[in-house]
Structure formats: C-alpha cells, structure tokens
C-alpha cells in the first residue's frame, strides 16, 4: 500500500487539484475493490474449481492477483494449462485450468 501511495503522489502531482482528486479516487476504489476480491476469492474458487474437468478465470485488476488464483486452484486440484491476454494492454488474463487426475 505504502508503494501506492508513492505511485500516486507521483501522478498526481503534476495534475490540476480536480485531476488529482480523480487520481486519488480511482485509486482508492481499485483498491477497494481488490481486497473485496480477495475476500470473496474461497467462495469463488470453490465455485469455479467445482470438479469439472476444464475452468477458467479471468484476472485483472480489482480480481484476485493471478498467484492468488493459482494457488486456490492447485489447492483444489486444478493446474494452469493455459493463458490468454485478451486487452490490449495486457491487463486481463483468461487463465484455463485442468483437473489433475486423482493418483
């Protein structure tokens, strides 16, 4: 959080006091959301690690980290087999899991 703030005060300091305020805001809510996300992550991953042979999740930047999600998917027995960027700034990622067979 602390390297956060140092990002923002470097972006903001160059805008109008509105466009910092803006800055400021975003930011605020981005991290907001992404501590949401993360506490609802055990629910989600139960729900899309169900035991199906194949899911995706999507990752970007109020979703739980990508290492976030693909620990909770190796817990419940899924590995990444897949991965795809589907913005153009590389921000979004469609991650595709497999079921590891039981040994």
């Known amino acids: ?13 160059p805008l109008s006091p509105v466009g910092a305020a803006v ?8 991290d907001r959301a992404r ?8 629910a989600l991953f139960d729900e899309v690690f169900d035991g199906r042979e194949k899911a ?13 999600v693909e620990q909770g998917a190796r817990e419940r027995g899924y590995r990444l087999v897949s991965e795809s960027s ?5 921000a979004v ?3 595709v899991f497999e079921r590891v067979p039981p040994v």
Request: charged share 15%; net charge neutral.
């Open 1 to 13: 959080m602390e390297s956060l703030l140092v990002l923002l005060a470097l972006i903001a300091i």
């Open 23 to 30: 800055v400021v805001l975003v930011v605020l809510m981005t």
């Open 35 to 42: 501590r949401q996300a993360l506490r609802e992550a055990p």
């Open 56 to 68: 995706e999740i999507t990752v970007h930047h109020t979703s739980a980290p990508r290492e976030v």
């Open 86 to 90: 589907p913005s153009s700034s590389g």
């Open 93 to 95: 990622h469609r991650l």
